[in-house]
């Protein structure tokens, strides 16, 4: 188990390695020309356009920009932004907002999401399964930007609940609101998926034979059904924390919540190198810990899962 | 500036307005109300792209905050444009080259040091400066030994501009490489601002936490959240803020800005989103602004192409100026949110001239036809207009050959080029075949900015390759003038030459679509389109 995971964490060296060259690639060849951008198109003055380009390293050729780049890493300077301020700087603001929002929005994936699932699956062709099902439909097809206004419009501009964007990110009660937006779409994946993992499972042996025993139905349920119908979920859940992190730019944009997504999508259209590659290396790694511990879980769902 | 290309967002908010609600607003406040002078307002802004220095404020998320930190020689009248002197008491010149600066006597950086001759020099010499890399650095390329500080190729040769004498604390010279009357009107803008001696020794660390001589003053910069300023007591200019401060809270959408103005959680916004445009006259009753904005939309065309060419295609343009109905457009497509132009430089500029374009911007589609026959047609029967399909201008292109194509039979179609860099890259690389979109926004409220930055020949903006030598005489002659005023009549003698050879046609002038939320009151627009902000008053 302890090799296993070594081994698990060792692989990350060479991934964080291929994704900050593959990211630093890619934002360079974005079409368009940082420098000149900043000068809206207003003829930008050449003499000072090259000495911005020096000061920000670009006027180096590429492979020297990445290798100058992976030097400062080692020195945990993440470079800077255009406005001065240290990368590092800006991460260290933005994903504590956007992992409160995730965290609020995985609460709820977890705690509705599940629930649904569960009583849809016990109860196939109820009533209650038919209203699960259809409401999930309802939410899959309904873009995350429509949910977002029409809750924004409701509950902030017509019955004045709650504020109609986050005035302050610390306050988890302001963050529920988006939180719910956010999980709308996965926490309808999560209630199918648990239904559909639990209609399978209730037809096995092993659930027979439990009943067979004599087994009360809350152990019945919980250790036997649950836990083997939980795989499946997990493995979502866990990638979709890895999501929830970095796709959030557009509930960040209509809540107007300074995340990581609204942060990159700046980045991104001002082509500021060093803060795409910062965000996103870290972001690569979130998904890799987060499957890591997906992983992990399994062993934990189901013994007979060994890690040689 | 070209239209709408001060920053991104900027581009986004200046074409909203192309789908604006019909009906005329009132801009300016509903009056009346007790104030509270201590009280802040929120300010619905983006986050500063650079450190907040007065030269490398060239966007509005931080153009907008450093202009109310500092404060120049002269700023321009919100109500009326016109240049107005703040620290300096008087910018005297007898030869349009040389200018003698007077300073007031009483002003302070919020730092508390005096504001002296020296705080302006020193600030000009730095920004200039090549080397410390001020985006808005060519702002003083008039000023003589610019090229010394700021050379085309390598290191400056000295740091101090020879153009620039100190005479005493309130009295220096600017001496200009060439005349330029209308120099003043550059002064006005936000680059020209002084510096407190403090700055020069940590530059990176003031332009986090600046400190300036303006109405307002640095409080704290909470990143992509907000920045907050309060009042300065001691501010001594002509306009003194009868509010406690100006909050400029970040915001990444304008759709989230505007359920925040809604809700009032917002106070003043920038410009409404173009999904609350056709209600938000209705949403907000007599807290909707609309005001006229110093800017200009034109269709331009690519006279580098032989086929544009000639004394008689000068005919053909001005046949297709007529056959577009500027007042049925502006009133449908754009619902009534512009304002039909008559002349290239925008409406409520110093040296505006209603008319100057004449009957070729009156829709007359007979005379069109004859126009376009006259000058021997049209190439191919077939134009054109490329423009950026992310900037919400396809509706009104569209629009625009429908008439052309109606009242002259010539078959125009519209070119979308997929994003503002794309486009504009197509057309500084004169990759274009006809017509194109085009526009100006006022770099400074004087009719020469927009004529001898985009119609002079070479100028850094003439897109369309323009060169004609009666322009470039009488636009120079302007330039020599003795005072503003003849330099702004000047002026208009060139803009008439425009009309004989219509480079470009003028198609309507921008507005400002906004409003206000309910705790404040005597909001009012200027033609930059940011609002008089020590006007503002909020609610006791």
């Known amino acids: ?308 | 500036m070209p239209a709408g290309t001060r920053v991104r967002w900027a581009v986004v908010s200046a074409t909203s307005v192309a789908l604006v609600a019909t009906g005329c607003g009132s801009s300016g406040g509903s009056g009346g109300g007790s104030s509270d002078a201590s009280k802040t307002f929120t300010y619905q802004s983006s986050e500063p792209q650079n450190p907040l220095q007065p030269a490398n404020a060239n966007e509005t998320g931080g153009g907008r905050i450093v202009q109310n930190l500092f404060k120049g020689l002269a700023d321009y009248d919100p109500s009326n444009g016109k240049l107005r002197m703040q620290v300096a008491d008087s910018i005297d010149t007898s030869d349009a080259q040389t200018y003698n600066v007077t300073l007031k006597s009483g002003w302070t950086f919020h730092d508390g040091t005096p504001v002296t001759s020296q705080s302006f020099v020193d600030a000009w010499n730095w920004a200039a400066n090549v080397g410390n890399n001020q985006i808005n650095s060519s702002w003083f390329g008039d000023i003589e030994g610019y090229k010394d500080v700021h050379p085309e190729n390598g290191s400056p040769t000295t740091d101090k501009m020879s153009g620039l004498t100190v005479q005493d604390d309130t009295h220096f010279t600017i001496k200009l490489y060439n005349k330029v009357s209308y120099f003043p009107y550059k002064l006005g803008y936000v680059a020209f601002s002084p510096l407190p001696q403090g700055f020069f020794k940590d530059p990176a660390g003031y332009g986090q936490k600046p400190v300036g001589n303006g109405p307002y003053e640095f409080v704290s910069w909470d990143h992509n959240s907000q920045v907050v300023t309060k009042t300065f007591a001691n501010y001594q200019g002509v306009d003194k803020p009868k509010n406690g401060g100006v909050v400029f809270k970040m915001y990444t959408t304008a759709e989230a800005a505007y359920a925040d103005l809604q809700s009032n959680n917002l106070d003043v916004i920038d410009q409404v989103p173009p999904s609350a445009l056709a209600n938000y006259k209705n949403d907000l009753g007599d807290r909707a602004i609309d005001a006229p904005q110093g800017a200009i939309q034109n269709v331009g065309f690519t006279l580098y192409q032989s086929d544009w060419q000639g004394q008689d295609k000068a005919k053909v343009r001005q046949g297709l100026s007529m056959a577009i109905d500027r007042d049925t457009i502006t009133k449908t497509v754009l619902q009534g949110s512009r304002k039909a132009a008559t002349a290239w430089v925008a409406e409520g500029v110093e040296g505006y001239k209603s008319g100057t374009c004449g009957d070729f911007c009156t829709y007359n589609p007979d005379k069109a036809k004859q126009l376009i026959q006259e000058g021997g047609g049209v190439p191919g029967n077939a134009v054109k207009i490329t423009y950026n399909a992310d900037g919400g201008h396809k509706e009104w292109v569209d629009a625009v050959c429908n008439s052309i194509r109606q009242a002259t039979g010539v078959n125009c179609s519209g070119d979308p080029k997929t994003d503002f860099k794309t486009a504009r890259a197509a057309i500084t690389g004169h990759q274009i075949d006809g017509m194109f979109r085009t526009g100006w926004v006022q770099d400074y409220p004087l009719n020469a900015n927009f004529l001898a930055d985009v119609y002079r020949t070479g100028a850094a903006s003439n897109d369309t390759g323009y060169s004609s030598p009666e322009f470039d005489k009488l636009s120079t002659e302007a330039d020599q003038a003795a005072s503003i005023q003849d330099t702004a009549t000047g002026y208009q003698k060139a803009e008439e030459q425009l009309a004989l050879d219509m480079p470009a046609i003028p198609l309507w002038y921008y507005r400002t679509n906004s409003g206000y939320s309910t705790n404040v009151q005597n909001v009012t627009f200027d033609s930059f389109g940011n609002p008089a902000w020590t006007q503002v008053e909020v609610k006791g």
């Open chain 1, 1 to 308: 188990m302890g090799h296993y995971v070594l081994r698990r964490v060792l692989q990350m060296i060479p991934v964080f390695f291929g994704a900050t060259l593959l990211i630093f690639l890619m934002v360079y060849s974005l079409p368009g020309d940082p420098i000149a951008a900043m000068f809206g198109d207003k003829a930008a003055d050449p003499a000072q356009v090259a000495s911005l380009r020096h000061k920000y390293y670009l006027d180096q050729p590429l492979w020297k920009q990445y290798l100058h780049y992976m030097n400062n890493i080692f020195h945990l300077d993440f470079g800077t932004s255009f406005t001065g301020r240290p990368v590092s700087e800006i991460m260290a603001d933005a994903f504590p907002v956007t992992i409160r929002l995730a965290l609020v929005a995985f609460f709820f994936e977890i705690f509705i999401g599940l629930p649904l699932g569960l009583i849809a699956g016990l109860y196939r062709g109820s009533v209650a399964d038919t209203l699960v099902l259809v409401l999930t439909l309802i939410v899959i097809s309904i873009p995350v930007f429509v949910l977002g206004y029409i809750a924004q419009t409701i509950f902030a501009i017509n019955l004045g609940w709650v504020t109609a964007t986050v005035q302050d990110s610390t306050d988890i009660s302001q963050l529920i609101l988006p939180g719910l937006v956010l999980a709308s779409l996965s926490l309808a994946y999560v209630a199918r998926l648990t239904r559909t993992s639990i209609g399978e499972n209730l037809r096995a042996d092993y659930m027979r034979t439990a009943v067979a025993k004599g087994l009360p139905r809350h152990t019945i349920i919980g250790r036997h059904l649950l836990r083997n119908s939980l795989i499946p979920v997990v493995t979502f859940l866990g990638t979709d924390l890895g999501a929830l992190m970095g796709g959030a730019i557009v509930t960040e944009g209509i809540f107007n919540i300074a995340g990581v997504g609204n942060v990159l999508y700046k980045a991104i259209n001002q082509k500021e190198g060093p803060t795409v590659v910062g965000i996103v290396t870290v972001l690569v790694l979130v998904y890799l810990v987060a499957s890591l511990v997906v992983d992990l879980l399994y062993a934990v769902l189901d013994p007979r899962i060994r890690y040689a």
